[in-house]
């Protein structure tokens, strides 16, 4: 299966500082990737989607500037969280489906990222 | 938004028993994953099955999809401790996206 490598795996941070999370996928480019959030003990909630040169597309109740993506290319996205608060404290997925030629198929998720705002 | 409601939430049994976890959707769907999450860590895909497929098999694993109820189920045989982990069912909201919705999950705990 393809390799999603994210980074950090976890991270503390103070509130009002800004978090970046960043996502590669090793071995393939993908034009369009995800990025989930999940409370503990609960499932995962699409945040949005991202395709490679162009705007992120946001769930509905997701802030799109509190949230700031950037899919600078076929292997790197990134999240940053901008303005942190403890209410940010949460697991951040990223999810990297391959090209869209291979869509319903099955998702490639990164690590993960334990985001702790204090 | 959730596209999936699994139950149980949560699982204790011994090993060498059988874990049956039920996952039941809202939309017409193209295929149904299933994927499992170790503590603290990303999803793992386990399986797929197709929306013209009833029951599939992967070792351990067996998979069974009924479109008319709108339902699957996961059943893991001859469980292991290693076997401990959350799972999840999910699918694609419509035949035209490729946004993977998940369910809530079940919390499996499997005793040595």
């Known amino acids: 299966g393809a390799v999603v490598s994210q980074h950090p795996s976890w991270v503390i941070c103070k509130s009002g500082t800004s978090v970046k999370i960043e996502c590669r996928s090793l071995?393939?480019?993908?034009?369009?990737m995800f990025w989930y959030r999940q409370f503990p003990k609960q499932s995962l909630m699409l945040m949005a989607t991202?395709?490679?040169?162009?705007?992120?597309?946001?769930e509905q109740g997701v802030e799109k500037d509190k949230f700031l993506i950037n899919h600078a290319s076929l292997t790197l996205s990134t999240l940053t969280v901008t303005s942190a608060h403890p209410e940010d404290s949460s697991f951040y997925i990223c999810?990297?489906?391959?090209?869209?030629?291979?869509?319903?198929?099955?998702?490639?998720f990164g690590q993960g990222t334990r985001l702790t705002v204090v | 938004s959730q596209q999936g409601e699994e139950d149980p939430q949560a699982l204790s049994i011994q090993e060498g028993e059988n874990a049956t976890m039920n996952c039941s959707y809202k939309?017409?769907?193209?295929?149904l994953q299933w994927y499992r999450q170790n503590s603290g860590r990303g999803l793992v895909h386990l399986i797929l099955?197709?929306?013209?497929?009833r029951e599939k098999h992967s070792g351990r694993l067996r998979v069974t999809l009924d479109t008319s109820k709108k339902s699957s189920s996961l059943l893991i045989t001859a469980s292991r401790a290693a076997d401990t982990a959350s799972y999840f069912c999910a699918t694609y909201i419509s035949y035209n996206t490729d946004k993977l919705i998940f369910g809530t999950g079940t919390r499996l705990q499997v005793f040595p």
């Open positions: 999810s990297y489906r391959r090209d869209r030629a291979y869509m319903n198929t099955e998702a490639f």
């Open positions: 099955i197709r929306s013209n497929e």
């Open positions: 991202s395709n490679e040169g162009s705007k992120a597309t946001y």
């Open positions: 939309t017409s769907i193209n295929n």
């Open positions: 071995d393939f480019q993908a034009t369009t």
